[in-house]
């Protein structure tokens, strides 16, 4: 058969290096063939996560952090230092996580949708027209985020004036000076150029983009038990694949900002200078809750014993 | 597929359907011939939506309001009398005037559809008075409005920049040249057409009369002011300098010059939306058109149908070229960016080109398709906001396509067009 | 101007017909005015104060609106865009009869688009998706999508039915065919 997976990046980028991967082993393994729709051929994230709701699409990338307007529970990932700073212990986390791997499918499956995985796509900073070392350097910079309330709330709370911005504009503004900062992964500050158009990269270890991929429920319930597997491998290939690829790729990303803009400064902030912007996320924990109520709660309690058990397991 | 499919919607076009009908039954042939029935179609009218969704669109009724509050007021005559007191008396002088306004606007705006609008209305009529003929009038502002995509900002280089993994600065920098290579061919076109079809000029005015003209153009010149004080001063985006330059019109001539009441606002408002949502049905259109065309992966049947892989790098730009003008016939720019390029990168990184120079070249295309019958968007915005039948729109396009053709051509055999200033500036 | 709103059905249906043309006229003139007013608004607490949270996705609320209850209002005034080269050199009787199939194909068209419009409004209602920060459900803003699809397509069937009845040829409801001089009306 002819699969169809839409993903919300361009087909360089993680989502899509985890798509070609899929579509390498399905393909290897089986007489089916998997059709890849990058970023804005079928819609915006939205539009494809409706597409395989009515299983017009089989499989889809979307990121929680969309997810959010259909599964609140799934902004749970906008709170900033739940998730773990080093890189060995993020892949354990999403290896063990029961928040991840038990309680997310359930949710997604009420929706339509079986979730297969997540993962991580790299470690969120922030560029800047100015040096960024304790939240009293953000006062009173206007900085773009996505127009989702967790996230404003977490800037509020960083010192910061949250600014949303339709993306298409953020380059144009950095440059004009409209705004003085934005927050994006790693390696899509350097594929969408934003250094051009800032002087500071900051990394303060408060997120992981992450993102989820999916299929549509009734198609994967209706397969076969050998074809269910066959997806279920492909995945777990394309899984190790992309935290192989993951493991350097932040420092790869930095690097190729610096060697582009040699004028670039690029802080990553000690573990005392975190301190302050940890100190923030406790009031941004309490307005998830205060969105999501108590099955809310409950995602929250087992991502912070999540983290603290992927601690214990590398430490 | 792809022939029934265009067979189909090029029959219902000259039948003289509405617009929307052909690109709408594009999209329903697409789906019955993809699913076989039509219990897709949710996602039709998904993609319409989604369509005219975009944040940039918004800059389209925005300017289409101040255009017409102006039009409608004092502020475009008072401009335009004092340009005219200084070109006036020069064969084809207004007429390069109109081109020279388009490129300018251009670096106020991503957007052709908002050109043709913002240029054209105003200047128009005045055209006409001073002797122009409607065919020509229409062709020059359709096609000068394309160099509002070369000229930054510009939305469509953001969209490949980010797409192709690009330098967006380097993009902006290197439509220029091209951008300004296209306004003097043009110009040149205009001054030989004046003389040929003997235009009348009027009498040299003298310096008295231009001091009286820019005196009464003062109020009006806020809004180049605004627009370009507002954007480069960081204050407010190109699409919000749209709602900038609306609320200035509005201030113009409701409380200063009182030319409009609160009646003729309203008014005035209303034709904005009417003419806002013929084009935008065809904008969600095109949108669900080519998520059919997306879907049933189209492109990449047809490339791989010419070899595209087995080509040089001269005949790689010139399939490219190609594409991209015949897509953004059809579909929007943006769309056809989004879908293409992707498709593109592979050939243009194993042959070895310059993804800037590639991108001018898109850039360029794309703005030259929108402004080609039969689907440009750049023409149902001039049919809509000029209410001229569809032929008098085009009539007099083919010599402006011809220049940009062979700017086209020439872009792809000397990429120092595009590229010099970049070099200068980033080298 | 636009010379409304004179509705060419008798009596009752007269009524209703004249006062869906002027909620349609209504929702164009204040969408527009509503949408600058936002823009510009945002604009304004942006630089002194901080942005609205909400603008842009009113903004897309505002351009639904917009665009669906403008289609309608355009059928009802003939303003569809169309390429007439064809049809306008056609002899009088094969042109009205042309324009009696165009004008049913393209009811067909709307009507059928606003079944699955419905169908569409209602999945959507059915998922509970909300704008991320108005917090509102999607549904909420594709209402007018169907009813401007209905209208559009009822607009048509008008059209055919009235050149079925009348001996001249009508573009529309409103409007007698040949473009009028009042072209420098925008
Ligand atoms: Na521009
Ligand atoms: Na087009």
């Known amino acids: 058969d002819t699969w169809r997976y839409a993903f919300e990046e361009a087909e360089t980028e993680v989502q899509g290096v985890f798509a070609q991967k899929f579509k390498e082993e399905i393909e290897a393994n089986s ?47 906008f709170v900033p230092y739940l998730l773990p700073q080093d890189e060995a212990t993020l892949q354990e986390f999403f290896r063990n996580s029961k928040a991840i791997n038990e309680m997310f499918p359930e949710l997604y499956a009420e929706q339509g949708l079986e979730l297969l995985t997540m993962f991580p796509e790299g470690e969120v900073c922030m560029t800047t027209q100015e040096e960024v070392r304790s939240p009293e350097d953000l ?53 969408t150029k934003m250094y051009e158009v800032t002087e500071y990269v900051t990394c303060i270890g408060h997120n992981n983009f992450t993102t989820a991929m999916m299929a549509n429920k009734d198609f994967y319930d209706g397969l076969s038990e050998e074809d269910q597997k066959l997806v279920e491998n492909a995945t777990d290939v394309a899984f190790d694949h992309i935290l192989d690829y993951q493991a350097g790729l932040q420092d790869k990303s930095l690097e190729n900002i610096k060697s582009a803009k040699p004028g670039m400064t690029i802080n990553i902030l000690s573990e005392e200078e975190r301190q302050p912007f940890m100190d923030t996320a406790p009031a941004v924990e309490d307005a998830f809750i205060e969105m999501t109520g108590e099955s809310g709660k409950e995602i929250l309690e087992q991502m912070k014993a999540d983290l603290e058990a992927a601690n214990a397991a590398t430490n | 597929m792809a022939w029934t499919v265009f067979s189909v919607m090029i029959v219902l076009l000259l039948l003289g359907f509405p617009m929307m009908i052909p690109l709408l039954a594009g999209t329903l042939t697409g789906f019955m011939m993809i699913f076989g029935n039509f219990g897709q179609l949710e ?20 300017f289409i309001f101040a255009a017409d509050i102006m039009t409608r007021g004092q502020s475009a005559g008072r401009l335009i009398d004092m340009v005219m007191s200084f070109v006036g008396h020069l064969k084809g002088g207004l007429a390069v005037s109109t081109a020279a306004a388009c490129t300018m606007f251009g670096a106020v705006s991503g957007s052709t559809q908002a050109t043709v609008v913002a240029v054209g209305s105003p200047l128009r009529p005045r055209m006409l008075e001073a002797g122009y003929k409607d065919s020509f009038v229409l062709a020059l502002i359709v096609n000068s409005s394309d160099i509002a995509f070369l000229i930054p900002p510009s939305i469509g280089m953001i969209i490949y920049g980010v797409v192709s993994n690009t330098s967006i600065a380097e993009l902006f920098i290197a439509g220029i040249g091209p951008g300004l290579l296209i306004l003097l061919c043009f110009s040149i076109f205009s001054v030989i057409y004046a003389v040929r079809n003997d235009v009348p000029t009027e009498p040299k005015a003298a310096w008295a009369a231009r001091f009286k003209a820019v005196q009464k153009a003062l109020w009006p010149m806020g809004f180049p002011a605004i627009i370009i004080g507002g954007i480069y001063g960081g204050i407010f985006s190109p699409t919000e300098a749209a709602a900038a330059c609306v609320l200035y019109a509005l201030i113009l001539e409701v409380l200063v010059f009182r030319e409009l009441d609160l009646k003729g606002v309203y008014e005035t408002a209303k034709s904005t939306g009417l003419i806002t949502a013929v084009v935008f049905i065809l904008v969600g259109a095109g949108a669900a058109f080519s998520w059919v065309i997306s879907f049933a992966q189209i492109p990449q049947t047809v490339l791989g149908a010419v070899g595209i892989d087995d080509m040089g790098a001269i005949g790689v730009l010139f399939v490219i070229s190609i594409a991209f003008f015949v897509g953004c016939m059809f579909v929007d720019p943006i769309v056809v960016i989004l879908v293409l390029v992707p498709i593109f990168a592979p050939v243009v990184d194993a042959v070895g080109l310059d993804p800037v120079h590639v991108g001018i070249i898109i850039t360029l295309q794309v703005a030259i398709g929108s402004a080609t019958p039969p689907f440009g968007c750049d023409i149902f915005t001039a049919i809509a906001v000029f209410k001229r039948p569809y032929m008098e729109v085009i009539r007099g396009t083919p010599p402006f396509i011809v220049i940009l053709l062979t700017v086209s051509v020439a872009l792809i055999f000397f990429p120092q067009i595009a590229l010099f200033l970049r070099d200068i500036a980033f080298n | 101007m636009l010379t409304d709103d004179t509705s060419s059905l008798p009596g009752f249906l007269g009524t209703v017909d004249l006062a869906i043309a002027k909620l349609e006229a209504i929702m164009l003139a204040l969408g527009v005015l509503l949408m600058a007013l936002n823009t510009v608004a945002n604009v304004l607490g942006r630089v002194f104060w901080e942005s609205i949270y909400f603008s842009e996705e009113l903004n897309r609320i505002l351009i639904i609106l917009i665009t669906f209850a403008g289609i309608s209002y355009a059928a009802r005034h003939g303003r569809h865009i169309r390429m007439s080269a064809i049809y306008d050199t056609l002899p009088p009787w094969p042109r009205k009869l042309l324009t009696i199939f165009i004008s049913l ?32 459900p999607v549904w909420i803003t594709l209402c007018w999508v169907p009813l401007g699809f209905f209208l559009t397509g009822l607009q048509y069937v008008l059209t055919a039915i009235k050149n079925m009845i009348e001996p001249d040829i009508y573009l529309s409801t409103n409007v007698l065919e040949g473009y009028d001089n009042d072209e420098r009306e925008v």
């Open chain 1, 139 to 191: 006062d009173g910079v206007k900085f773009r985020v996505m127009t989702n309330p967790l996230l404003v709330e977490s800037y509020n709370q960083f010192g910061a004036t949250p600014t949303p911005l339709p993306w298409g504009e953020v380059y144009g503004a950095l440059q004009t000076g409209i705004i003085q900062g934005q927050e994006n992964p790693g390696f899509f500050l350097d594929s």
């Open chain 3, 105 to 136: 194909v393209t009811a067909i068209f709307m009507l059928g688009l606003a079944w699955y419009a419905l169908q569409f409004l209602l999945t959507t209602m059915g998922r509970g998706r909300v704008l991320p920060a108005l917090q509102i």
């Open chain 2, 43 to 62: 996602t039709a009218v998904q993609q319409i939506i989604a369509g005219i969704r975009p944040a940039s669109l918004i800059a389209v009724p925005m």
């Open chain 1, 31 to 77: 007489d089916h063939e998997v059709q890849l729709f990058p970023f804005g051929t079928l819609g915006e994230s939205a539009d494809i996560m409706e597409q395989a709701q009515a299983g017009i699409l089989q499989f889809v990338d979307q990121s929680p952090g969309f997810t959010g307007a259909l599964i609140p529970e799934a902004q749970v990932f």
